[in-house]
């Protein structure tokens, strides 16, 4: 079982940056693959990154890849989101996730979510 609580969203203005983090409870965090999703008003749940357990593999959506930045410290049990270059259509509540597979695909834990605005 792992438990995440993200932190780090707010306000930002086009162009602007922010650096989400997501903190997991558990002693097996370094065992799971990480990621970020996200879902805007009326919209699905939309990938937005993902890392492998060790960090040594990461993978992006085409609408973020180039701008987001996903890292993680197995140490301190904290996943983050650098995203820069942020664009109106990045608004959205952003859901940090947990599994035991790395990708692109339906996680099995999730964080209670953080809004992110960006203003045009």
């Known amino acids: 079982q792992v438990q995440l609580v993200e932190s780090g969203g707010g306000l930002v203005q086009a162009g602007g940056s922010l650096r989400l983090s997501c903190a997991a409870s558990g002693r097996t965090f370094s065992s799971y693959a990480m990621g970020w999703f996200r879902q805007a008003p009326g919209k699905e749940h939309e990938f937005v990154a993902a890392?492998?357990?060790?960090?040594?593999?990461?993978y992006y959506a085409d609408s973020v890849k180039g701008r987001f930045t996903i890292s993680r410290d197995n140490a301190k049990n904290t996943v983050y989101l650098q995203m820069n270059s942020l664009k109106p259509e990045d608004t959205a509540v952003y859901y940090c996730?947990?599994?035991?597979?790395?990708?692109?695909?339906?996680?099995?834990?999730w964080g209670q979510g953080t809004q992110v605005t960006v203003s045009s």
């Open positions: 996730t947990a599994d035991r597979l790395f990708g692109n695909h339906q996680y099995d834990y």
């Open positions: 890392i492998s357990w060790s960090g040594a593999s990461t």
